[in-house]
């Protein structure tokens, strides 16, 4: 099962984020930091290039990231490689969770307030996001405990309350000094209140927010990867500046650029993750093959 997973996590995330990685070094793409009004370059060796590539900048060296957002896809895969056996430690454990959850907190807490971050200890870096994935668990385990109670719509209303409680600072806790988001004494609670919420909300019903949700989902892997470029061609490049041009531009490129990497690049080695982990039993291989069109035809 573990393998199985992983495979299907390796091909769902890698190709993807490796080929617009390629793109960004080939066509000398500025995508490394971004700030108001500018988006930065960087000039990696082959050392970065390669860590960039495997989603390991986080986990030996602390190393820039070629494409801003592949910080976090480098915790993702520790989050990957860990969460299997987080779960199985739940397994016929009746309070296993709650005792993870505050165990990884308090260990996040200690490295946090003892290293600081700037200190440069790379694999510090994931018990700094530790608690942010950790509430996923508990989401799991209360899932077994509890039934749906509160309509679907009303997750919404829970998700925009809560950057208002972080903004105004009326949450215990809270602050806006961007660089408190990484102390887990700070901003924890946010997905911790997410987390221990799902469970008790139930599934949309709506098909309007259902095929919305299923579209979303879809192409978000690419809206994540790409943003940083469409903002520096659409705001930057393209649009000059232009109030109406410019987000125009911009809103039609972070449409149709993660579409087509999906069909080209996403779709077909999903599959492939599927194909290679599916039963080895012939009839169930080949119907996957005519399936998927010689390998088409996924879902996250």
């Avoid at 820039?64 to 480098?74: D, H, K, R, Y």
């Avoid at 925009?160 to 004494?185: D, K, R, T, Y």
């Avoid at 790409?226 to 490129?253: M, Q, S």
Wanted: glycine share 8%.
């Amino acid at each position: 099962m573990f393998g199985a997973f992983i495979t299907r996590r390796f091909f769902r995330i890698y190709p993807l984020a490796m080929f617009v990685t390629v793109a960004v070094l080939c066509f000398h793409i500025p995508q490394g930091s971004i700030k108001v009004g500018h988006v930065a370059a960087i000039y990696p060796n082959l050392g970065v290039i390669l860590y960039n590539l495997t989603l390991t900048q986080g986990f030996f060296v602390l190393v820039p990231s070629i494409i801003g957002p592949l910080w976090s896809l480098s915790c993702e895969v520790q989050m990957y490689l860990l969460l299997p056996f987080l779960y199985r430690l739940l397994r016929g454990r009746q309070y296993a969770a709650p005792i993870l959850y505050v165990g990884v907190l308090a260990i996040s807490n200690i490295i946090v307030y003892c290293y600081p971050y700037e200190a440069g200890y790379s694999f510090l870096r994931f018990f700094r996001v530790a608690p942010c994935f950790m509430p996923g668990l508990l989401a799991y385990w209360l899932s077994k405990r509890v039934s749906p109670r509160f309509p679907a719509y009303s997750w919404c209303l829970l998700l925009l309350a809560l950057p208002p409680l972080v903004i105004s600072g009326w949450f215990p806790l809270s602050g806006w000094n961007l660089s408190w988001f990484w102390i887990p004494g700070s901003f924890w609670w946010i997905p911790l209140i997410v987390g221990f919420a799902v469970p008790w909300f139930k599934q949309i019903t709506l098909p309007v927010m259902a095929v919305a949700s299923r579209v979303i989902a879809r192409y978000s892997y690419g809206v994540y990867l790409v943003h940083y470029f469409c903002i520096w061609a659409g705001l930057e490049k393209l649009g000059h500046g232009h109030p109406v041009l410019g987000p125009l531009i911009f809103c039609l490129l972070v449409t149709a650029i993660p579409v087509a990497l999906y069909h080209v690049v996403e779709k077909p080695f999903m599959n492939l993750g599927k194909i290679l982990t599916a039963p080895t039993t012939p009839s169930y291989g080949r119907a996957q093959v005519l399936e998927s069109g010689s390998i088409s035809q996924p879902s996250a």
